[in-house]
């Protein structure tokens, strides 16, 4: 499909590199933003950094391979997945309501740091979605309205090809006493298999560490969206992973953006966002990303659900 830009699009969100920042003023005035052409930036522009896991940021800028985001119409093929495609729902939301408004990615190692960012501050929002329940202590912080809704994230359990006692597993019980890879800042995902009795659960810091562990024999699962691969398979750092089939997990919670409410902008731009996520929820959009990058996925709605 043609992802020509549309009336009314905005620039492609700028890079900016992970550093302390004191203010967006501070990045432009040391070169840290690099340079939005004249033409394509006008003075009354308000550029807005936003903050996006180190992981997401390089399959999202495979995905993009140099495109328009606010003009991509396909939200599926290579590199596609739930938080890739949140960062151009973000983006498109905001061009379908507010053009002076545009973000600048900028990279976060750990969630933890995000928090610090947002909550000082020093940034406007995230580029993609987090638990509402993750944030118990909501100072600093606002949300918008939910992307994803209550019963609407479901998620396999993931393992090697190879793995024969997991992939033969077909009820709970003989998943149980396998060693599960998770993260405790994921509040929901650590409490959901917590409830579902598993014992074995393993901390991780980072994502991109955990599909390794699972290949050198260091735990056996590890949650992950299903993927819009023919065979749901998902590949991550050379690593290749399959779900146990014909189980899968319903996450509880509703999934939103975070903004800022120490950002001068912050209350502005979720009204906005708000406004621009409602435009897309009506056009169809945010069903049909969700569907096109595999996430919303018809081929397991048969399977059982843990």
């Not at 009820?171 to 599960?180: A, I, W």
Request: aromatic share 6%.
């Amino acid at each position: 499909m043609s992802d020509s830009r549309q009336a009314g699009a905005v620039p492609d969100a700028v890079l900016l590199p992970r550093r302390g920042l004191l203010g967006l003023g501070l990045a432009l005035a040391t070169g840290a933003c690099p340079a939005v052409p004249a033409s394509r930036a006008p003075a009354s522009d308000k550029l807005l950094p936003a903050l996006i896991p180190d992981d997401v940021l390089l399959d999202y800028q495979r995905f993009l391979a140099g495109r328009d985001p606010v003009g991509i119409a396909d939200f599926g093929g290579p590199h596609a997945r739930r938080d890739v495609i949140e960062v151009l729902l973000i983006q498109q939301a905001l061009a379908r309501q507010d053009s002076e408004l545009r973000l600048s990615l900028m990279p976060m190692p750990t969630s933890q740091r995000l928090q610090a960012e947002l909550r000082s501050g020093h940034a406007a929002c995230s580029a993609t979605s987090y638990w509402r329940e993750d944030f118990p202590q909501s100072d600093g912080l606002l949300f918008s309205d939910p992307v994803l809704d209550e019963g609407e994230f479901e998620v396999g359990l993931y393992t090697t090809p190879d793995h024969e006692r997991a992939l033969s597993a077909r009820s709970l019980r003989e998943l149980q006493g396998l060693r599960v890879l998770s993260n405790r800042s994921w509040r929901v995902d650590w409490l959901t298999l917590e409830q579902l009795g598993f014992t074995d659960l393993q901390h991780v810091a980072s994502w991109n560490l955990m599909p390794r562990m699972l290949q050198q024999g260091r735990a056996d699962l590890l949650l992950a969206p299903f993927q819009p691969t023919p065979d749901l398979s998902m590949t991550v750092e050379g690593v290749r992973l399959v779900p146990v089939p014909g189980l899968k997990l319903r996450m509880r919670g509703t999934r939103h953006f975070l903004v800022s409410h120490t950002h001068p902008l912050g209350p502005r731009l979720r009204e906005q966002l708000n406004a621009g996520l409602a435009r897309l929820r009506q056009q169809g959009l945010v069903r049909r990303a969700y569907e096109q990058c595999g996430f919303f996925n018809a081929r397991v709605a048969g399977w059982t659900r843990l």
